[in-house]
């Protein structure tokens, strides 16, 4: 039982790049959501999923896009790299609402 | 939507002191709060929460106290130890909305001295 798994862990992007992460999880949860970390100002949410083939928008999804083909997996793309996604991401997933919410070891991306 | 505000974002305590963080939240419909600890370069990770019904919870030297009148809830932290050393986070969510969003706030970063 791994939880909740992302890929890649270190990035660096140019300007303009574009890019998927991806974030699969093995505990069968019905949410998935991706959040960016930057210093000072926690984790923001940036898309989220209430199942496959769901997605909904949360605090900051300008610049984002999100895929949940498959319950298991819940991709965040960049289309347009720009500087100002330098950030650390982490993918989280939940069995419901108001359950715990379950953290992935956070993808470090750099965009220069 | 939901905002979270918590202070303070440093905190500075003795080794054996107790340590307080303090959220308050603007959805009067919230009634998720878990508390989550973050090391350093690694992922946030579960420590306590709290739902609405309850306005107090235990766990060994972790307490967390919910106000929902004044919209406020709290993490106290005894006997506090080296390795409590880390930023904290608290959250606030309505978990019986089907568009259930965890809302953070912008973190304590706890130092624990020896």
């Known amino acids: 039982n791994a939880g909740v798994t992302q890929t890649p862990k270190f990035r660096v992007l140019k300007t303009g790049q574009s890019m998927t992460l991806l974030c699969a999880q093995d505990m069968n949860h019905e949410y998935m959501y991706w959040y960016r970390q930057d210093p000072g100002m926690g984790l923001r949410l940036i898309h989220y999923s209430v199942g496959e083939g769901t997605t909904a928008k949360g605090e900051v999804p300008d610049g984002y896009n999100v895929s949940r083909l498959k319950k298991q997996n819940f991709l965040l793309g960049l289309e347009s790299a720009a500087p100002s996604q330098t950030s650390v991401y982490f993918c989280?997933?939940?069995?419901?609402?108001?359950?715990?919410?379950?953290f992935g070891e956070g993808s470090w991306l750099t965009v220069v | 939507g939901e905002n979270v505000e918590q202070h303070p974002s440093t905190l500075s305590v003795q080794e054996g002191d107790s340590a307080v963080i303090k959220c308050t939240y603007s959805d009067s419909a919230s009634n998720y709060f878990p508390w989550y600890k973050q090391e350093l370069g690694k992922r946030p990770q579960l420590i306590i929460d709290?739902?609405?019904?309850?306005g107090e919870k235990k766990d060994q030297r972790i307490a967390v106290t919910l106000n929902k009148t004044a919209k406020h809830f709290s993490l106290h932290i005894t006997e506090t130890q080296p390795e409590d050393s880390a930023v904290y986070f608290c959250?606030?969510?309505?978990?019986?909305?089907?568009?259930?969003?965890?809302?953070f706030g912008s973190g304590t970063r706890l130092l624990v001295r020896p």
């Open positions: 989280a997933s939940s069995y419901s609402s108001g359950n715990t919410i379950y």
């Open positions: 959250a606030a969510s309505n978990g019986m909305d089907s568009s259930y969003k965890l809302i």
């Open positions: 709290i739902r609405s019904n309850v």
